[in-house]
């Protein structure tokens, strides 16, 4: 069993987009991450509770609360908790610079590595113009993504009966529409430049579902991924390196791993450490 595996410490977790409140949410997985790892400081990188969703519908299983309440043991247990609200989440924004329990608040953070890099971590939607200046547009396309989730439910109940492993429509969808992409480079774009406003060597967030790392606009561009879609979360090791891991291809995850392209999507990491 998984959980009965050591635990692995490391120096820090980034975690986005977990979507609680939202049937799309995969709690299950991420309660096993948890009791995997442990960590000095914890980054809630936005969209940790859907509140977008809870209004339209009150959805909240046990599983989602036991995430809840595995996070804030881990803070009794001495691990800093750092939340920076999302969009989905956004409610919390009018408490930024308050503690709750623990909890700090905040808008955004620098984050400083073992080895003296310094990291902007920030959610992400505030350079997303479509959140900004055309709301219920979101709204809608918040609506299109969870009718998405609901078809690939059921289309990957169909695969795994057929002995196939997981696809997911949605980033299949994301990658292959010309607008999603460019929509998700210019984002990746906009990010960069402004950790290189703030002076920093790069930025890690989340908001567009599509983890990734690397260097193209001349700065670390870190993107945590989510937990209804790509079951990915951001590592820092004790050297100070980064690491992306994607749960559902780690063996014993207790889910099955998905269609991907491994060496671009599964420990990815940055500073030159192979796993």
Known sequence: MLRDLETIRV?????SDL????????AEALLDFLRRYDAETIYLVGDIVDGWRLKSGW??????NDVVQKLLRKVRKGS???YVPGNHDEFLRDYVGVSLGGIELAESAIHETANGKRYLVIHGDQFDLVVRHARWLALLGDGAYTA????NTYLNIVRRKLGLTYWSLSAWAKLRVKNAV?????FEELLATEARRQEVDGVICGHIHHAAMHEDFGVSYVNTGDWV?????????????????????????????PDVDVAS???IVLGMRKA
């Open 59 to 64: 959805y909240w299983p046990q599983s989602h």
């Open 229 to 257: 879609e790509s079951c990915t979360v951001v590592v820092e090791h004790w050297d100070g390196t980064l690491e992306l891991i994607r749960w559902t291809d780690t063996p014993g995850c207790g889910l099955p791993a």
């Open 11 to 15: 120096r820090t977790l980034f975690l």
């Open 182 to 186: 460019n929509f998700i480079s210019r």
């Open 80 to 82: 800093s908790l750092v």
């Open 148 to 151: 998405a989730l609901f078809v």
């Open 19 to 26: 979507h609680l409140g939202t049937k799309g949410c995969q």
């Open 265 to 267: 999507e599964h420990l």
